[in-house]
């Protein structure tokens, strides 16, 4: 079993920088795949987007909304993930969740966290 909790969500103006973190807990040793997605206002779960993830060897995936302006990393010694988030849109406002998965994966979903809220005012 995984724990993942998300921070660094918050309210910013178009433009601004966010860097969202996710501490991960438990097996974290079998975490080969990690990711960010997002679910925006108005949108059903099952309309979450894939923002980004990361493999263990390093290779990262972005959608294409947000390539150029986000940066998927992964801090192994501190078992934390994060996004930087630059340059952010009033369309990247959504409950951004933090994911992760025992396989490679670019698409990983296995175990989530709560949720933190990021909202672009224009």
């Known amino acids: 079993q995984v724990q993942l909790v998300e921070s660094g969500g918050g309210v910013v103006q178009a433009g601004g920088s966010l860097r969202l973190s996710c501490a991960a807990s438990g097996n974290v040793l079998s975490i080969l795949s990690m990711g960010w997605v997002r679910q925006a206002p108005g949108k059903k779960r099952e309309e979450r987007e894939l923002?980004?993830?990361?493999?263990?060897?390093?290779?990262?995936y972005y959608a294409d909304s947000v390539k150029g302006r986000f940066a998927i990393s992964r801090d192994n010694d501190k078992n934390t993930l994060y996004l930087q988030m630059d340059n952010l849109k009033p369309e990247d406002t959504a409950i951004y969740y933090c994911?992760?998965?025992?396989?490679?994966?670019?698409?990983?979903?296995?175990?989530w966290g709560q949720g933190t809220q990021v909202t672009v005012s224009s």
């Open positions: 923002v980004a993830s990361i493999l263990s060897g390093g290779r990262s």
């Open positions: 994911t992760a998965e025992f396989i490679e994966t670019t698409v990983p979903n296995d175990y």
